[in-house]
């Protein structure tokens, strides 16, 4: 399984921007797609996840109701949309598959990962 994300830069506080992610390869082997992001120093944190088959989603608490998470299997692929955008969501954004059931928020437990893409957000 291949990801390649894409859709980053540089935008002001308040702007909208959607990231997307081409998926390619086993693709029916996945069953959670996620998006990831990581800041300077920081550790890769969860921003959220879809499930392929029902389209269930789980956010982060700093993103729920700014950010949504869409897939579109047709296309093998997904997005994440973000509005409201804030300075501290400044980050490169990694796109991640895993196979199984569980909607993790753990960067350890995706087997599949994107570039990444730089999002960031001046005030």
């Known amino acids: 399984v291949q990801l390649q994300a894409f859709g980053g830069g540089l935008v002001q506080a308040g702007d909208s921007l959607t990231l997307s992610c081409a998926v390619s390869?086993?693709?029916?082997?996945?069953?959670?797609l996620a998006w990831f992001r990581q800041a300077p120093g920081e550790e890769r944190d969860f921003v959220a996840v879809i499930r392929q088959d029902s389209g269930r989603t789980n956010y982060a608490d700093s993103v729920k109701s700014r950010f949504t998470i869409s897939g579109d299997n047709a296309k093998n692929a997904f997005y994440l949309q973000m509005n409201s955008l804030k300075p501290e969501d400044t980050a490169v954004y990694f796109c991640?598959?895993?196979?199984?059931?569980?909607?993790?928020?753990?960067?350890?437990?995706?087997?599949?990962w994107g570039q990444g893409t730089q999002v960031t957000v001046s005030s």
């Open positions: 991640a598959a895993r196979v199984g059931l569980l909607q993790s928020r753990t960067a350890t437990e995706y087997s599949y």
């Open positions: 390869g086993r693709t029916f082997s996945t069953n959670n």
